[in-house]
């Protein structure tokens, strides 16, 4: 059975700092992987996705994320917080050759002038 | 090209009464999700289908009812709202293909509250 979890409810950081935000999964099979970021009052934007090629997955906006099977980790990082960045951040998982996607809870990053 | 659109972006309606939330794609996908999202528990599918012609029912199905109308329409019905489906829903498309390639895309929300 697949499973997500957003090891932080809530994450601040200040303007200029690195952004860390935690996903861990468990998956029967192997997984793709994808972080959403959601806008105030918007709609789900795709950030990036793993799906079995590269480990170290580049996405918008300066983030990226590692895929390491041995930790069932995802975790998104950047390497220095925008305003802009301000948003709820959702993990999320696919199990191989299924035809729905699994969420975490989110995690809501706020960015500190 | 629009993506996935949805209406009403608002809506308020009693218990007891009726409505459906309407959701179209342009992107020539085939398949259609709808979901909800309430605080603190991320989004969860409520029914899903994975082409024209056939749907069926995700983790939270129950009070819900919906129609594949053609490849592009996926409408959302409640028959008799309750309270606790006061929420917002969101529609995603996607193509069925491999791994890849499968990306979910979603449309703004709809905010709905019963009261």
């Known amino acids: 059975a697949q499973s997500v979890t957003q090891l932080d409810s809530h994450v601040s950081v200040s303007e200029g700092t690195p952004v860390l935000l935690r996903c861990n999964y468990s998956?029967?099979?192997?997984?793709?992987l994808f972080w959403y970021v959601q806008h105030p009052n918007k709609g789900l934007q795709l950030l990036l996705k793993?799906?079995?090629?590269?480990?170290l997955v580049k996405g918008i906006n300066g983030f990226e994320a590692e895929f390491k099977k041995s930790e069932t980790s995802f975790h998104l990082t950047k390497p220095s917080a925008h305003m802009s960045d301000a948003a709820e951040y959702f993990c999320?998982?696919?199990?191989?050759?299924?035809?729905?996607?699994?969420f975490g809870t989110g995690t809501r990053l706020t960015v500190i002038p | 090209n629009a993506g996935v659109t949805q209406t009403p972006k608002f809506q308020v309606l009693k218990t007891g009464q009726s409505m459906t939330l309407q959701c179209a794609q342009d992107?020539?996908?085939?398949?259609m999700y709808w979901y909800r999202q309430d605080p603190g528990m991320g989004l969860r599918l409520i029914y899903y289908?994975?082409?024209?012609?056939?749907?069926d029912k995700g983790e939270v199905p129950n009070g819900y009812n919906v129609s594949r109308l053609n490849k592009r329409e996926f409408s959302l019905r409640l028959e008799s709202a309750a309270p606790s489906q006061t929420s917002v829903y969101f529609c995603?498309?996607?193509?069925?293909?491999?791994?890849?390639?499968?990306?979910?895309?979603f449309g703004p929300g709809t905010r709905l509250t019963v009261l």
């Open positions: 995603a498309s996607s193509e069925i293909t491999d791994s890849y390639k499968y990306t979910q895309y």
């Open positions: 998956s029967s099979y192997s997984p793709s």
């Open positions: 793993y799906t079995s090629a590269a480990t």
């Open positions: 999320v998982v696919r199990e191989t050759g299924a035809n729905t996607l699994f």
């Open positions: 992107m020539n996908h085939n398949s």
């Open positions: 289908s994975a082409s024209e012609g056939t749907t």
